[in-house]
């Protein structure tokens, strides 16, 4: 099955379910997925961008990919269901950019 990208109506400020951090929207076009203090997600979309899934548990980062043609790509485990995603990191929001200190820590194989 093809992967759709949805972006209309989802890039929206929200409370982060692990830390708390108040997340502001992406300004690039894209959707913010993961909160940039801690980079954890909720588990929200079926296919990415189309808020249809309804486990919405916390998504917890467990590790980094670097890719050469989308930079940096946080892996994410559901603690609710154990599904497991992938989320290109925002590192040039240039309102509020992912922390470059978490993505390195959870490089290292550090987490919160």
């Known amino acids: 099955m093809a992967r759709r990208f949805t972006v209309q ?17 992406l300004q690039n076009g894209s959707v913010r ?16 961008g189309d808020r249809a899934c309804d ?10 990919e670097q890719s050469s043609k989308k930079g940096w790509i946080i892996l994410h485990r559901c603690r609710k269901c154990g ?16 922390s470059w200190d978490a993505l390195i820590d959870l490089s290292r194989g550090r987490r919160e």
């Open 9 to 25: 109506g989802t890039n929206n400020a929200f409370t982060c379910a692990h830390c708390g951090a108040a997340v502001q929207p």
């Open 33 to 48: 997925n993961h909160c940039p203090a801690c980079l954890h997600s909720l588990h929200v979309d079926v296919q990415p």
């Open 83 to 98: 599904f497991t995603g992938r989320n290109k990191a925002a590192l040039d929001d240039p309102t509020q950019p992912d």
């Open 55 to 64: 486990c919405h548990g916390v998504m917890v980062p467990v590790g980094v």
